[in-house]
């Protein structure tokens, strides 16, 4: 049948041409971009989820980013805590120094008085003005922020707390025993017979002589004078009778220390506090619970270690068993080391003020105390007591050093490094839905351009064909 109105073979070349040059478009498109989705019409599920992989790379890429950031900034700290700690080192050398009071003139313990002034100056200067792009490190700006805490608690330092979404952490401790020292008891006035002891604590032993009929209290002023060397006190068992006996105590709380009496001739008998004969006697640790955790006594001290909380404090020696709390309201620095902004990938640590009048403790002094005018300086003679305080800030020092080094290697690297292998993986899956495979494009190019220039012929002919209707009309 022949027609010439309708050419149903050139609608079916068209079509079937539209049809390759769409495909080799696209193809095309996809060799020029290198992307498989160009579109939303290109594979609307592959762009959806595309899309929520970009945004998940962006976020990893910015945690990396702030990972390295927050290393940078504690690797900062870090560099000023070690002239910190030269400065101390320093500064016992000249303490340990002036102690040897019958080889110095006053003239050279007041120079080493003047070096021991500059150099806690010094430390207090690198304190205020340590920082980083204008974020304060080392001047208690980043320490955190407590309210509430009571007498019951003589020191506090909280290393991290996670507040999430709340605007303050409630910290409640509960001492279910207190600490206790080493005690033993000579139940007695006087000796006997001519006795020689030998005391003995955690900071050394000493022997001591006495003769028959010494009175119990000479026996006390005679072992309290050598007390910094055996750790062991002596006081009447009775303050107000001479005749009660002698009471011997640890000069410190805890477990690790102890008293022990021994006589290595004549007789000292020593009891418990229950009255049963013993030579040697321990202390006892704290045992608390701190917003229902079990802690770890040291002594007075109590830490603790969890995922949202991490502190050590100490407790007042007069402090029975009991409760105390307080809360913590803010500071510390925030790190945010995941991909998102959650409280469960967010890290914070506290780093106080390493200022002269910030180390040391209640117990032995703060570092402005050793300098002129200070209750233990140099020229003041009180070299001892200035030595402790130094050993204080000395350890105190050290372990904000130890601890920030602990949360760059253990926190932020390990943190950087497990993103790294995230990215590359989110990386490989964003690159599998919308990358372009070029051997299969460029094969689909080649079948595509065939396809086109066939069509192309298919619809010549087909456009020809009508014509064969003139030889009807002509009859040729």
């Known amino acids: 049948m022949a027609r010439i109105n309708t050419n149903v073979a050139s609608l079916i070349a068209q079509n079937g041409l539209a049809n390759s040059q769409k495909a080799l478009n696209q193809t095309l498109q996809r060799l020029s971009t290198g992307l498989r989705i160009n579109s939303g019409a290109d594979d609307p599920a592959g762009l959806i989820a595309s899309e929520s992989l970009k945004s998940e790379m962006a976020g990893i890429q910015q945690a990396i980013s702030n990972s390295s950031q927050a290393t940078n900034v504690i690797s900062t700290a870090d560099g000023a805590l070690t002239e910190v700690s030269s400065l101390l080192q320093d500064i016992k050398a000249l303490v340990v120094q002036s102690a040897n009071s019958g080889a110095l003139s006053p003239e050279e313990i007041q120079a080493n008085q003047l070096q021991v002034d500059s150099a806690v100056q010094s430390i207090t200067r690198i304190a205020g003005t340590t920082s980083f792009a204008g974020l304060h490190l080392l001047d208690g700006s980043l320490d955190y922020i407590t309210s509430g805490v009571s007498s019951a608690v003589t020191s506090l330092n909280i290393s991290q707390a ?11 401790v509960n001492v279910i025993s207190s600490a206790k020292v080493a005690d033993l008891q000579f139940r007695g006035s006087a000796i006997a017979q001519s006795t020689t002891l030998e005391i003995a604590g955690n900071t050394g032993v000493q022997t001591l002589s006495f003769v028959s009929g010494t009175a119990a209290s000479a026996i006390a002023f005679a072992i309290n004078n050598i007390s910094d060397s055996t750790g062991v006190k002596a006081a009447l068992i009775t303050a107000s009778n001479a005749a009660s006996g002698i009471n011997f105590t640890s000069t410190d709380f805890g477990s690790k220390s102890f008293v022990s009496i021994q006589a290595q001739s004549g007789s000292f008998t020593t009891t418990d506090t229950t009255g049963a004969n013993k030579t040697r006697a321990e202390g006892a640790d ?12 040291d002594g007075l001290s109590l830490k603790l270690n969890t995922s949202t909380l991490d502190l050590d404090l100490t407790l007042n020696a007069n402090f029975n068993a009991g409760q105390t709390s307080f809360a913590i309201t803010g500071g510390g620095a925030l790190f945010q080391l995941g ?4 409280s469960n990938q967010q890290v914070s640590i506290g780093i106080g003020s390493v200022a002269a009048s910030r180390l040391g403790n209640n117990a032995v002094g703060f570092l402005n105390d050793i300098v002129t005018g200070g209750a233990n300086t140099l020229v003041g003679g009180k070299s001892e007591q200035a030595s402790q305080i130094v050993d204080a800030a000395i350890s105190q020092v050290a372990t904000l050093r130890g601890r920030l080094g602990a949360f760059e290697e253990n926190t932020l690297q390990t943190n950087s490094d497990s993103l ?15 990358d372009a495979d070029f051997a299969a494009e460029t094969s689909n190019l080649t079948r595509e351009q065939v396809l086109t220039q066939a069509g192309t012929s298919v619809l010549a002919t087909a456009n020809s064909t009508p014509q ?9």
């Open 339 to 342: 991909a998102q902004v959650a």
């Open 162 to 172: 996670n507040l999430g979404q709340q605007a303050s952490m409630p910290v409640n």
């Open 468 to 476: 064969t209707v003139l030889t009807l009309l002509t009859g040729r």
């Open 286 to 297: 704290a045992v608390a619970t701190i917003n229902g955790a079990v802690t770890v006594g």
């Open 420 to 434: 790294q292998v995230a990215l590359q993986n989110v990386t490989s899956s964003e690159s599998t839905i919308t």
